[in-house]
């Protein structure tokens, strides 16, 4: 098999094989979640999502900004691409040393006012490292065309995920830590599928020429110092999105974190949709980087494929929490038992979710261009954005459970504003804003509208209705790319 031979990235194809997958898995994490909320007390399960997510944080920088580097650059000599994973776990592995050093001295568990066993976060700390070390295999996948490999792996990794827990709800467990252990079991299962398909697929290397994928590898010196600012934001990145949750563990307890984790399931579920549309187009602007012509193409269609998901994710996402939280997850996390209810916040949280989707091409435009530091500043400057309006709105903010949880939404909603407006000043693209800026008005006072009219009651939503305009466009903006 020779190089050109290798089915190549599209930005339209491997976006929806990503998103689908995503939405799969996401559907099956649903599940999941329905089962430990009725299996674990609110403060055990408080526990679990919370360690898993604290060294999820806490882990990720051992990525070392490698596997983001090689979805970069892959493209260039796919047949290096196993290679280039071997490379990468070998640094991972030197990088992971110090981190569980940390980790075993810091004790950062009990700043969350999470005493959970040490067993349940030896558990949480594992499946943050098997997370890690799928990424790699899965930007390999990527880069050689094979998104929807990658699909697979996501769904399979939550299949297994949800069966092992309906196997521990049918037996009966009430066990924080055997719930965790299934989940270790998924993770597990979506690293080996990755690295056993990058295996099959990758086309054989004749040589080991690093040169052939750029600078950035030709040395040691010169890989680490061309990932450290996928390093660097990788490592921050991970706040920008759970800061307010650890706010409100921190200012109040567990079972308030597990109350606002409930609110951000479908949030988070929707998170997927802007995070495939990054992973897909990242590679393909990585090798537009240097034609302006097209790199203004994928920007535009990439834009379109936003707006048209624009609508769907906002009323679906309502839709989703209104009608099936209430039959999903236990009364007292909906009727106010422990401040507020979770859909109400969740209804906040939609106005971030929407922000953060419309930013999604302006930053991966900014992470595949020459200078990646500036996505590096990017992103520091958003993570002290969400620091801040958490400071000022949850920590130093009321004392009321039900406004603290109320105040964490706001504050994320906020940051995701500070995201979109940066994104666009730091790529460069007011441009693109400008060419387009009615449809940037029709996308921006709709969402406005559809979330001041579902969080006050009233009708204010059906002013939004017009979003559902951008939908051939969005549509025709996938088709242009299914090849």
């Given at each position: 098999?020779?190089?050109?031979?290798?089915?190549?990235?599209s930005?339209?194809?491997?976006?929806?094989?990503?998103?689908?997958?995503?939405?799969?898995?996401?559907?099956?994490?649903?599940?999941?979640?329905?089962?430990?909320?009725?299996?674990?007390?609110?403060?055990?399960?408080?526990?679990?999502?919370?360690?898993?997510?604290?060294?999820?944080?806490?882990?990720?920088?051992?990525?070392?900004?490698?596997?983001?580097?090689?979805?970069?650059?892959?493209?260039?000599?796919?047949?290096?691409?196993?290679?280039?994973?071997?490379?990468?776990?070998?640094?991972?592995?030197?990088?992971?040393?110090?981190?569980?050093?940390?980790?075993?001295?810091?004790?950062?568990?009990?700043?969350?006012?999470?005493?959970?066993?040490?067993?349940?976060?030896?558990?949480?700390?594992?499946?943050?490292?098997?997370?890690?070390?799928?990424?790699?295999?899965?930007?390999?996948?990527r880069?050689?065309?094979?998104?929807?490999?990658?699909?697979?792996?996501?769904?399979?990794?939550?299949?297994?995920?949800?069966?092992?827990?309906?196997?521990?709800?049918?037996?009966?467990?009430?066990?924080?830590?055997?719930?965790?252990?299934?989940?270790?079991?998924?993770?597990?299962?979506?690293?080996?599928?990755?690295?056993?398909?990058?295996?099959?697929?990758?086309?054989?290397?004749?040589?080991?020429?690093?040169?052939?994928?750029?600078?950035?590898?030709?040395?040691?010196?010169?890989?680490?110092?061309?990932?450290?600012?996928?390093?660097?934001?990788?490592?921050?990145?991970?706040?920008?999105?759970?800061?307010?949750?650890?706010?409100?563990?921190?200012?109040?307890?567990a079972?308030?974190?597990?109350?606002?984790?409930?609110?951000?399931?479908?949030?988070?579920?929707?998170?997927?949709?802007?995070?495939?549309?990054?992973?897909?187009?990242l590679?393909?602007?990585?090798?537009?980087?240097?034609?302006?012509?097209?790199?203004?193409?994928?920007?535009?269609?990439?834009?379109?494929?936003?707006?048209?998901?624009?609508?769907?994710?906002?009323?679906?996402?309502?839709?989703?929490?209104?009608?099936?939280?209430?039959?999903?997850?236990?009364?007292?996390?909906?009727?106010?038992?422990?401040?507020?209810?979770?859909?109400?916040?969740?209804?906040?949280?939609?106005?971030?979710w929407?922000?953060?989707l419309?930013?999604?091409?302006?930053?991966?435009?900014?992470m595949?261009?020459?200078?990646?530091?500036?996505?590096?500043?990017?992103?520091?400057?958003?993570?002290?954005?969400?620091?801040?309006?958490?400071?000022?709105?949850?920590?130093?903010?009321?004392?009321?459970?039900?406004?603290?949880?109320?105040?964490?939404?706001?504050?994320?909603?906020?940051?995701?504003?500070?995201?979109?407006?940066?994104?666009?000043?730091?790529?460069?693209?007011?441009?693109?804003?400008?060419?387009?800026?009615?449809?940037?008005?029709?996308?921006?006072?709709?969402?406005?509208?559809?979330?001041v009219?579902?969080?006050?009651?009233?009708?204010?939503w059906?002013?939004?209705?017009?979003?559902?305009?951008?939908?051939?466009?969005?549509?025709?903006?996938?088709?242009?790319?299914?090849?």
């Amino acid at each position: 098999m020779t190089e050109t031979t290798v089915r190549t990235p599209s930005s339209g194809r491997d976006a929806s094989w990503l998103v689908g997958a995503d939405l799969a898995a996401v559907v099956l994490a649903f599940i999941g979640q329905i089962m430990l909320t009725h299996a674990l007390l609110a403060e055990h399960y408080g526990w679990m999502v919370l360690a898993i997510d604290l060294y999820a944080s806490l882990f990720l920088v051992i990525d070392l900004g490698l596997p983001t580097l090689l979805a970069r650059d892959g493209t260039r000599a796919p047949s290096l691409v196993p290679a280039a994973v071997w490379r990468t776990y070998r640094w991972q592995a030197l990088a992971a040393l110090p981190f569980v050093f940390l980790a075993l001295a810091a004790r950062p568990e009990a700043w969350l006012n999470v005493e959970a066993p040490a067993t349940l976060l030896l558990l949480a700390a594992m499946i943050a490292l098997v997370h890690v070390a799928s990424y790699a295999p899965r930007s390999g996948l990527r880069v050689l065309g094979e998104a929807r490999l990658e699909a697979l792996t996501k769904v399979a990794e939550r299949g297994v995920t949800v069966v092992a827990y309906g196997v521990l709800v049918w037996q009966g467990s009430t066990s924080a830590t055997a719930f965790t252990a299934a989940f270790l079991g998924g993770a597990i299962t979506g690293w080996a599928l990755a690295l056993w398909w990058l295996l099959r697929v990758a086309p054989p290397a004749q040589r080991v020429d690093w040169g052939r994928l750029g600078e950035a590898w030709v040395t040691p010196r010169a890989l680490m110092m061309s990932a450290l600012p996928f390093a660097i934001t990788l490592g921050i990145l991970p706040y920008v999105i759970r800061i307010e949750k650890f706010m409100v563990a921190a200012s109040g307890d567990a079972t308030l974190g597990a109350v606002f984790h409930v609110a951000q399931l479908a949030w988070l579920a929707g998170l997927v949709v802007p995070a495939a549309i990054r992973s897909a187009l990242l590679p393909v602007l990585g090798a537009a980087r240097d034609d302006p012509t097209r790199h203004q193409r994928e920007m535009n269609q990439a834009t379109d494929l936003c707006f048209g998901l624009l609508p769907y994710g906002l009323f679906g996402g309502y839709l989703i929490m209104t009608v099936f939280a209430p039959l999903a997850f236990p009364s007292s996390y909906l009727d106010g038992t422990y401040g507020a209810s979770a859909v109400d916040v969740f209804t906040v949280l939609l106005a971030g979710w929407a922000l953060t989707l419309l930013a999604t091409p302006t930053y991966t435009s900014l992470m595949a261009g020459p200078r990646p530091w500036r996505f590096t500043l990017f992103i520091v400057l958003v993570l002290l954005a969400a620091v801040l309006f958490g400071y000022v709105l949850v920590m130093q903010g009321p004392t009321d459970p039900g406004q603290k949880l109320f105040a964490a939404a706001v504050a994320s909603s906020l940051s995701a504003g500070v995201l979109l407006i940066l994104s666009w000043h730091m790529s460069e693209g007011w441009a693109l804003v400008r060419e387009r800026q009615d449809d940037w008005a029709l996308a921006l006072l709709g969402t406005t509208l559809v979330v001041v009219g579902l969080v006050s009651g009233t009708t204010w939503w059906v002013l939004g209705l017009p979003l559902f305009l951008f939908t051939p466009r969005g549509w025709q903006a996938v088709r242009s790319t299914l090849d």
